[in-house]
């Protein structure tokens, strides 16, 4: 089914084709929130409240880009709405306390699976892995990424760089 069509019928309130559009998005979007969260069942919890979204807003989906995409975005801000939240966000990286150097040099040859660089990603400090999911993963510019977070661009493009820095190493030192 077309996701234009999916909409309209589960905005008029077709459990079927409400069961059909989670379905279809779940597995995506949980691994979205598994991205940004520290494990989970903190995941799974942002995962719920995104989806509550998602349905409580779905008339609010203009058709104007794909579904998955705006889907995506109602699930990116939950997670940035949890973490601050917990007020464990950007600040838990202190830039003068960072032993990750950046480096001219960026080529990695990598033989982790998909579920070894996840988790990799998943134990970053929580700025460097929120600046770099947004940034490398979900595709926001560095300005945008400022204005979510209230931060500075050279900030987030600090944490982008550090953080890159950070996975190359753990990479390193996965292969070793």
Not at 74 to 98: P, Y
Not at 121 to 128: A, L, S, V
């Amino acid at each position: 089914m077309e996701d234009v069509q999916l909409v309209k019928e589960c905005l008029s309130g077709k459990a079927r084709a409400q069961k059909t559009l989670f379905d279809k998005f779940a597995p995506r979007m949980m691994a979205v929130c598994m991205r940004y969260m520290k494990d989970k069942p903190e995941a799974e919890d942002v995962f719920q409240i995104g989806m509550v979204k998602v349905f409580t807003k779905l008339s609010e989906f203009k058709s104007e880009g794909p579904l998955e995409g705006w889907i995506r975005r109602i699930m990116v801000n939950s997670c940035l709405d949890q973490l601050r939240r917990n007020q464990r966000f950007i600040s838990d990286v202190s830039f003068d306390d960072v032993a990750f150097k950046v480096e001219e040099q960026e080529t990695i040859s990598t033989t982790l699976n998909t579920e070894a660089l996840m988790g990799l990603i998943q134990n970053m400090p929580t700025g460097y892995k929120v600046v770099f999911n947004m940034f490398a993963v979900e595709g926001y510019s560095h300005q945008e990424i400022a204005e979510q977070l209230g931060i500075s661009e050279s900030t987030s493009k600090s944490q982008y760089l550090r953080a890159r820095a950070y996975l190359r190493k753990r990479i390193e030192e996965a292969e070793k």
